[in-house]
């Protein structure tokens, strides 16, 4: 955030307005009048044409079933959404804090909760502009079979789910970093690390052992909602319990990270 | 004696046929002790999609019979379909308890779709013990056909998406540069 930003915060609010709307609105002009959220939707609009371009044009991708192919481009959708949103999330703390600009935000009358929750909000602003961004993808792959509207509402649903997962993930790994690097390289490392499952072969998810991994991984649970929806035609309600757990998990990281916010300090675990 | 090369000629067309008809009386004698059924005889389905179907093993003979085996096979009459069964289910073996004489067994198989065309699926159950095996009738499934992404009009998409964003993108840096 800049400086111009951080000033933006000693403003008095209105008595109406909480702090953390105005930290919100603060932190969603910085991030989207910046060209910062732009760029990244640049980066993301591109990856979405690529892999339609393929799906389309490339032999061996057409090769799939169109449901399939659907499939796979709400997936990229959600994962690089998703990727987006830990990574501005994971920044939002260590990076005031390597900018040395977290003093100044510390120093606002807006309570720390209430700093969290608007950088949260913005992080979070990320995934609706990304998911925004791959209607038009996903309505033309799917335009022939009618599948666009139950991939839009769950993919949108569980991405949701999963963004203010990672929101939490991000803002708890953040605010514990004292370097930025660090935040953004072991948040990166967490969401490979709940997306590899997913990417087992079916062989390896069988027994107890794959079945609890399966439910158990928010990310492998909510993909495999979507291919169990996408694929298989599933009604939105017919797998909802492999919603459980990306729904508590989008409950209790961000409510974990609000916790934590009173232990939010300029130079944690320095002693200094 | 010297044998004629006719006689040869009569001894190597025989000679298979005899060892084909020991054969089939080998399969038909076993198949009384074990009886495999499927409550399929045919089915439709779209690519992707999932079915399943049950299939009863039967100890029709007057021993116990222990280290039973099914296993589902999946191929094709269509030598221009590319069948993987691995691809179509993800497990095609199970392991049958010890069936006492008269006892059966239930097993269900799930099957996924891959690919379209006409399909056999089979249940044969192996008994290591005696070294025979024993299968079930045919069932005939019809996977309809694969629908694939219609790629005309994609290159509008693929590049005004991105060209949007760009430029909103350069407007947005624009208006700041002017701010500032």
């Not at chain 1, 910046?34 to 371009?53: I, K, P, Q």
């Not at chain 1, 990320?126 to 033309?140: D, E, I, T, V």
């Not at chain 2, 049950?54 to 019979?65: H, I, R, Y």
């Not at chain 2, 993987?84 to 049958?96: G, I, N, V």
Request: charged share 15%.
């Amino acid at each position: 955030m800049t400086d111009q930003a951080i000033s933006g915060y000693d403003a008095p609010a209105p008595a109406a307005t909480s702090a953390w709307i105005v930290v919100a609105g603060q932190e969603l002009r910085d991030l989207w009048l910046s060209g910062r959220g732009l760029t990244m939707m640049l980066a993301h609009t591109v990856l979405l044409s690529v892999s339609t371009y393929l799906i389309a044009t490339n032999q061996e991708l057409n090769f799939l079933e169109q449901r399939e192919a659907i499939n796979l481009v709400l997936k990229v959708a959600v994962v690089v959404g998703c990727l987006l949103v830990v990574i501005a999330a994971a920044d939002s703390i260590s990076g005031e804090r390597e900018r040395g600009t977290l003093e100044s935000l510390l120093l606002t009358p807006a309570p720390r909760r209430a700093l969290l929750v608007g950088k949260g909000i913005a992080a979070l602003s990320l995934w609706f502009a990304a998911f925004a961004l791959s209607l038009p993808y996903l309505w033309w792959i799917g335009r022939d079979v009618g599948t666009f509207p139950s991939a839009s509402v769950g993919g949108f649903v569980v991405g949701t789910l999963l963004a203010l997962f990672l929101v939490g993930v991000g803002l708890i790994v953040t605010m514990f970093s004292q370097s930025n690097r660090l935040s953004i390289s072991l948040s990166f490392f967490l969401l490979l690390a709940l997306v590899a499952p997913s990417q087992l072969p079916t062989g390896a998810t069988r027994g107890w052992a794959g079945e609890l991994l399966m439910r158990a991984d928010p990310f492998t649970a909510g993909l495999l909602y979507l291919e169990r929806l996408i694929i298989n035609a599933h009604t939105l309600t017919q797998d909802v319990g492999l919603l459980a757990t990306p729904v508590v998990a989008a409950v209790l990281l961000p409510a974990l990270a609000l916790g934590l916010a009173g232990r939010l300090t300029l130079l944690p675990r320095s002693g200094s | 004696m010297r044998i004629s090369s006719r006689a040869l000629a009569a001894i190597a067309l025989v000679l298979p046929l005899l060892l084909v008809g020991t054969t089939g009386s080998h399969a038909s004698s076993t198949s009384s002790l074990i009886m495999v059924e499927v409550d399929e005889t045919a089915f439709d389905a779209g690519p992707g999609e999932k079915i399943s179907f049950t299939s009863t093993v039967t100890n029709t003979g007057e021993e116990s019979l222990s280290g039973l085996i099914a296993h589902l096979n999946i191929l094709t009459s269509d030598p221009g379909v590319y069948v993987d069964p691995e691809d179509w289910s993800a497990k095609r073996t199970q392991y049958l308890d010890d069936l006492s004489s008269g006892d059966s067994q239930r097993l269900t198989w799930t099957v996924q779709a891959v690919t379209s065309g006409p399909l056999i699926l089979y249940v044969a159950v192996s008994d290591t013990g005696k070294n025979r095996v024993y299968a079930s009738e045919p069932i005939e499934m019809t996977v309809g056909g694969q629908r694939v992404v219609n790629s005309g009009g994609v290159l509008p998409l693929v590049l005004w998406m991105p060209a949007g964003v760009l430029g909103l993108l350069g407007a947005t840096l624009l208006r700041r540069r002017r701010h500032q």
